[in-house]
């Protein structure tokens, strides 16, 4: 089982539209949490960090639900430019790496 | 400001060859990492280093390896090139705070035929 997984979609939106991806990650451990951007054959960037609290950043919200161990990431008045790969990042308690979900495709369409 | 710089950004090997895949950094990081990329299975990590001088091992570091002789130089070393080594790989850095932001380099495609 992969330690964060997420559905890889794509999920196809109109352009305005609110969408939400959600991530589960499995290892309790895990103490810092992220959502990573990636453009087609680029490299991935950090979008966000996610906190226990939630958080929002303009069009974006992020939440963290520690009990059920899952992440989630909403997208409000979706942009064209808004259409890449979502990863799910995670940081584990002793672990100086990241570790990354496969990814979740959105294509907001006109 | 360059970031991270890999090199080369594409190359076509032979199975059997040795590659080695370049990352230069310029932002005095301390920490970085070789992650490789391929469809359905995210990025994953090789191998890492915490500092100049010391590496440890990833995810799947079998059939690669690394070194780290000073702080700005991080290549990645495939032996021997198997078929199942074509991916993109990427390295990346960050500072020795856990902010959980990785710079990443624009990544190096490699295909072993």
């Known amino acids: 089982r992969k330690e964060v997984e997420q559905d890889p979609g794509p999920f196809n939106v109109p352009e305005g539209a609110t969408v939400a991806f959600n991530c589960t990650y499995s290892n309790s451990a895990s103490q810092s949490f992220f959502w990573y951007r990636q453009d087609c054959r680029k490299e991935p960037k950090l979008l966000m960090s996610v906190y226990s609290s939630g958080n929002e950043d303009g069009r974006f919200t992020a939440q963290l639900n520690r009990a059920s161990q899952y992440i989630s990431l909403l997208i409000r008045d979706s942009k064209l430019s808004d259409s890449a790969t979502y990863l799910c990042v995670v940081m584990v308690t002793g672990r100086r790496a990241l570790t990354f979900g496969s990814g979740t495709r959105l294509q907001v369409q006109p | 400001i360059a970031g991270i710089t890999q090199a080369p950004t594409s190359q076509i090997l032979a199975a059997g060859r040795r590659m080695t895949l370049r990352c230069t950094q310029d932002?005095?990081?301390?920490?970085m990492y070789w992650y490789r990329q391929d469809l359905g299975l995210g990025l994953r990590l090789i191998h890492y280093s915490n500092t100049a001088g010391t590496t440890g091992k990833g995810e799947v570091p079998d059939g690669y390896s690394v070194s780290r002789a000073n702080t700005d130089d991080f290549p990645l070393t495939l032996a021997s090139a198997v078929p199942s080594q074509t991916s993109v790989y990427f390295c990346?850095?960050?500072?020795?705070?856990?902010?959980?932001?990785?710079?990443f380099g624009e990544g190096s495609r490699l295909t072993v035929l």
């Open positions: 990346a850095s960050s500072d020795s705070g856990e902010t959980g932001e990785l710079f």
């Open positions: 932002m005095r990081h301390n920490a």
